[in-house]
């Protein structure tokens, strides 16, 4: 018993003054994924690597946006999505102090992308700045300049109407060069 | 190879109809219906088997039968010197028995080995199978309000979302607790909430003025229907994610446990540094865990100082994790094919300071604890677990430990890194609460000298393999690992389309709770909190399974009133809008 009394003073205070003073984690400490709206694309890789369902990425009901939408109450921290981002729109941050009252709506993210419409057929398929995104990284490519004008084209037609196009030229036996 | 002399022994006894074998250590065995008591009898008691579980499964797709599945870790009875396998014999034989759909029933292997009869239980309320001869054919897992015929883990029996409507209060049946026989007995309710452990777990203590003659419990009220869901929406990558969540303390080694029963499945290596990483967390799992089960033995019986001190090093234990995984718990870095998180050599200098640390201080408190004479008053001859009992009922972890059996998965089954790491099995004669605590305190100093050792032997090597593996549906394999509370051990089945087509995660304490009803008997209600605690049971590791409704993405917040109204008529279910 006197023993224990000895420790005690032996390595006297050693709670710390959190929250009157920060606390400190370790540096690859696994935090509350930190969004970048403006490095966002869209792509929606994020939303598919999520095991836990925590990112969603949906059109909206009226069809003229791309809501990305991260839940933090079903976030597992695993980091998956920090794996996957291509732009590093997402990273995990050090916050941990992730505690809500009452309001669980503040513990949810969005961003809204503006949406591509099909030149073809008109429906929303995918956010404005994938394509951009896309765009330009062929343009960093070695890819020469006429074909590079008809990507302007082609990267605005959904991928349904591409497999359509696709199998009416294959059909009617229309050739299409490709240089 | 390995098991041959097992089978071959076990061909002289019963009629052995086929031979199958899943890995270098796992063989399975298919024998006649009624056969199966034998089988498992002359595996357990004759070869010196224990029982590592037993995992019914609904396999009518496949070949129009359910099939039972015993699997027997044959290591020796080790009830004295000299009883046991030879270290490169040990292995584990897997007892198959085919069940007809249209009767439904086989003969229970419990009377015979007792170490059954929850395993027997669990069959009937998941899939209906009748155990003929089972003494206690009472429900474990459902809850007593469940509907008769639906059993869930049937493939056809219902969605993984379904939940049945529930009784009204009044309409609930009781539940039947085996209470003894004689004038002057007393209950003792003990629960609904464990006062140490903070979860839900009745007692039924049958007590003689302040002495329990008898006890009875009542437990899986936070079964989560885990097992199921994995069944039906997860995906491999998704799985060890789950697998983590069973539990709150060894979700690591549930997660490992898991993964290896994929990965062995279909004999997929892995590299071994991510070996090695994957011993070092489990490791720094059972330093925290030990700790605190240490500081909970210490705070039940009012030493409030030691408690503290105890969790002030546990601390350290938690930033060892923090430092190696990014969170402070273990979590979310098990993969199939090896790990997603490498260690640094940064991380590494500073873990083993650390672990200095940790090392020096348990000692310090541990002589402290021990110094205390009124502290070891209520541990010793507390509880005390007899070794027959425990081999019966085939008991892990540092209960049997505790019990004077050299029983321990890293040393009996050596997987993954363990089989170059060096290191003693604590084992400590007594069988009560002291010599528990004591296998802990060895294992903690055991634990930091198998962290060091792995640090310093830390394998230069890719931390995972490339990801070009086939799942083949049908193939099954079991894993093994040695969890704080001892051993878990899962076996997966896999399906088609990168999904589970079984799942069977059995926690360590769900092979400790059966005897402990031996560890009260004879001691004081004062005392029964203390047993309960020494044997660091997990409730919702046994019971695994909650799932909220994630397509229609609702949710509500319910006023004190409404919450207040529904506990006491449980009519108007104020979640039903939200499925």
Redesign the interface.
């Known amino acids: 018993m006197m023993k224990l009394l000895d420790i005690s003073k032996k390595y006297g205070d050693t709670t710390h003054k959190y929250p009157f003073e920060p606390y400190h984690v370790a540096d690859n400490f696994r935090g509350k994924p930190a969004y970048i709206f403006d490095l966002c694309i869209g792509c929606a890789a994020c939303g598919i690597a999520c095991p836990s369902n925590a990112i969603t990425v949906q059109l909206n009901a009226e069809q003229n946006k791309l809501i990305w939408e991260f839940d933090c109450g079903r976030c597992i921290f695993c980091g998956r999505c920090d794996e996957v981002c291509p732009t590093g729109a997402i990273r995990l941050s050090e916050e941990f102090e992730l505690a809500v009252k009452f309001d669980k709506s503040a513990l949810i993210q969005r961003g809204e992308l503006e949406v591509q419409c099909c030149t073809e057929c008109k429906k929303p398929f995918t956010a404005k700045r994938l394509v951009q995104y896309s765009f330009d990284c062929l343009s960093k490519a070695n890819v020469s300049q006429n074909r590079l004008e008809e990507a302007k084209d082609y990267l605005r037609v959904c991928p349904t109407c591409k497999k359509n196009a696709t199998v009416s030229n294959f059909t009617t036996g229309k050739e299409v060069v490709i240089e | 190879m390995k098991c041959d002399i097992f089978i071959e022994a076990l061909g002289q006894r019963v009629k052995v109809l086929e031979v199958t074998r899943q890995y270098e250590d796992q063989v399975t065995a298919l024998v006649e219906l009624n056969d199966l008591p034998e089988a498992v009898r002359f595996l357990y008691y004759d070869m010196g088997g224990y029982l590592s579980t037993m995992i019914p499964n609904d396999e009518r797709e496949i070949n129009k039968h359910f099939a039972l599945y015993y699997v027997l870790s044959m290591e020796g009875g080790k009830m004295f010197e000299g009883d046991e396998v030879a270290q490169d014999e040990k292995c584990f034989v897997t007892v198959k028995t085919l069940i007809s759909p249209d009767t439904l029933t086989y003969p229970s292997v419990t009377p015979k080995v007792p170490a059954c009869v929850w395993y027997e239980r669990e069959a009937y309320d998941m899939f209906g199978l009748i155990a003929e001869g089972l003494p206690d054919k009472r429900r474990l897992v459902l809850s007593d309000d469940w509907p008769d015929n639906l059993h869930p883990l049937r493939k056809d029996a219902m969605d993984y979302r379904y939940r049945p409507d529930m009784k009204e209060h009044y309409m609930e049946p009781e539940f039947d607790f085996l209470r003894p026989e004689g004038s002057g007995v007393i209950d003792v309710p003990l629960g609904p909430l464990h006062i140490t452990a903070d979860e839900p777990g009745h007692f039924r203590l049958f007590c003689d003025g302040d002495t329990i003659i008898d006890a009875d419990y009542r437990l899986f009220y936070q079964h989560r229907g885990m097992e199921k869901l994995a069944e039906n929406r997860m995906n491999y ?2 799985m060890g ?1 789950l697998a983590e969540r069973v539990c709150g303390i060894c979700g690591y080694a549930h997660a490992i446990a898991c993964i290896e029963s994929a990965e062995k499945a279909i004999n997929l290596e892995i590299p071994a540094r991510a070996q090695a990483i994957r011993i070092i967390c489990s490791e720094i799992e059972r330093l925290h865990s030990h700790l605190l089960n240490i500081g909970l033995a210490c705070e039940v019986t009012g030493n409030y ?2 408690f503290m ?1 105890i969790f ?1 090093i546990r ?1 350290y234990s938690m ?1 060892l994790a ?2 190696v ?3 402070r718990k273990t ?3 098990v993969v199939m094919g090896g790990l ?1 998180r490498d260690m640094t050599g940064v ?1 590494i200098k500073e873990s083993l300071q650390i672990l200095n640390i940790i090392e020096a201080q348990v000692d ?2 541990w ?3 021990m ?2 004479k ?1 502290q070891m008053r209520r541990w010793k001859g507390v509880g005390i677990l007899d070794k027959q009992v425990a081999r019966d009922f085939s008991a892990v972890g540092p209960n049997i430990r505790g019990s004077g059996i050299k029983r321990d998965t890293r040393y009996d089954h050596p997987y993954d890194f363990f089989k170059q790491v060096k290191f003693d099995v604590a084992v400590v004669e007594g069988g009560d609460v002291f010599a528990r605590e004591t296998v802990r305190y060895l294992e903690l100093k055991s634990s930091v000298s198998i962290i060091r050792q792995c640090f310093e032997m830390m394998p230069q090597t890719a931390i995972i393999v490339d990801p070009k593996f086939h799942v083949k549906p049908e193939n099954y394999a079991l894993a093994y690992v040695e969890a704080p509370r001892g051993d878990n051990v899962h076996w997966i089945m896999q399906g088609s389309a990168q999904k589970v087509f079984r799942w069977r995660c059995r926690a360590a304490t769900y092979n400790n709770w059966p005897s402990l009803r031996f560890q009260f008997r004879g001691n004081t209600i004062a005392d029964a909190a203390l047993i309960v605690c020494s044997l660091d049971p997990c409730y919702s590791c046994t019971e695994r399974v909650t799932v909220v409704d ?1 397509k229609s993405k609702k ?1 509500k ?1 319910l006023t004190n009133k409404d919450l207040k109204n529904f506990s006491r008529t449980q009519k108007n279910s104020p979640l039903k809008d939200l499925r």
């Open positions: 990558d998704q994610y100082n030691a001190h002030r601390e930033k923090e430092l995984t990014g969170g979590y979310g870095n997603r991380e310090e408190v002589d402290a604890v110094d205390d009124r994630v949710s917040i």
